[in-house]
């Protein structure tokens, strides 16, 4: 008898085993049309006259997402949530030894303080001198959570013809902890102020990627 559907009961009928395997089985997640919704039903904290409780299952069809209440809060149920994406061909050419801006920037904002972000960093930089190196850095804000250098410093008496190319990536999984709008962005620099360096080099394209892991 299991998974007959949906069944609205109706005031008064006899509720049987049948119904109970068939329909209530297949039931067990509450869905809402929105949190509001819920709020209205459940209530929104634990020990009000309604039926709130922790371990409690929702699904909300304006988001798509079930849910469960952890006895403080609604938390999603596994899985990827929000993925924001930002690619640029437009080179930052510099020859500082200190990070500089580039183009590649975004902000996501978390749906919850125990989300994590998983950022991924692709592109290829170029060095006018094939002796030194470049080096990219992703930050948080103002914070550096990761970098990575591409290129080699190559031993005395090292030539190469042209400018050589380097690819750099990273991958990270950071906690910001917050809900609010956060910002990720990637910062190039020279290892040496006697070469210049670009990121993404000419004819390359660089991409950042945010991609929020649902606790």
């Known amino acids: 008898?299991?998974?007959?559907?949906?069944?609205?009961?109706?005031?008064?009928?006899?509720?049987?085993?049948?119904?109970?395997?068939?329909?209530?089985?297949?039931?067990?997640?509450?869905?809402?049309?929105?949190?509001?919704?819920?709020?209205?039903?459940?209530?929104?904290?634990?020990?009000?006259?309604?039926?709130?409780?922790?371990?409690?299952?929702?699904?909300?069809?304006?988001?798509?997402?079930?849910?469960?209440?952890?006895?403080?809060?609604?938390?999603?149920?596994?899985?990827?949530?929000?993925?924001?994406?930002?690619?640029?061909?437009?080179?930052?050419?510099?020859?500082?030894?200190?990070?500089?801006?580039?183009?590649?920037?975004?902000?996501?904002?978390?749906?919850?303080?125990?989300?994590?972000?998983?950022?991924?960093?692709?592109?290829?930089?170029?060095?006018?001198n094939p002796a030194r190196s470049y080096e990219i850095q992703l930050r948080r804000g103002a914070t550096q959570i990761a970098d990575m250098r591409g290129g080699i410093t190559s031993p005395a008496g090292f030539t190469q013809t042209g400018t050589p190319h380097y690819p750099a990536a990273i991958s990270l999984v950071d906690s910001p902890s917050t809900t609010s709008a956060t910002t990720y962005d990637v910062r190039v620099r020279a290892d040496s102020s006697s070469t210049s360096v670009s990121f993404p080099a000419s004819g390359f394209t660089a991409t950042l990627t945010a991609i929020e892991v649902l606790a």
């Not at 609205?8 to 006899?14: I, K, L, P």
């Open 1 to 128: 008898m299991a998974g007959l559907g949906f069944k609205d009961f109706q005031v008064g009928e006899v509720l049987t085993s049948s119904d109970v395997d068939g329909y209530l089985m297949q039931q067990a997640v509450m869905r809402f049309a929105d949190s509001g919704a819920r709020g209205t039903a459940l209530g929104t904290a634990v020990g009000t006259a309604v039926a709130l409780a922790e371990g409690m299952l929702s699904y909300l069809n304006d988001v798509d997402k079930v849910q469960v209440y952890d006895g403080t809060e609604w938390k999603n149920v596994g899985g990827i949530g929000q993925v924001v994406t930002e690619s640029t061909t437009t080179a930052t050419t510099t020859t500082s030894t200190s990070f500089q801006a580039t183009q590649l920037s975004l902000s996501i904002t978390p749906a919850s303080t125990s989300n994590l972000i998983l950022l991924l960093v692709t592109g290829t930089g170029s060095v006018a």
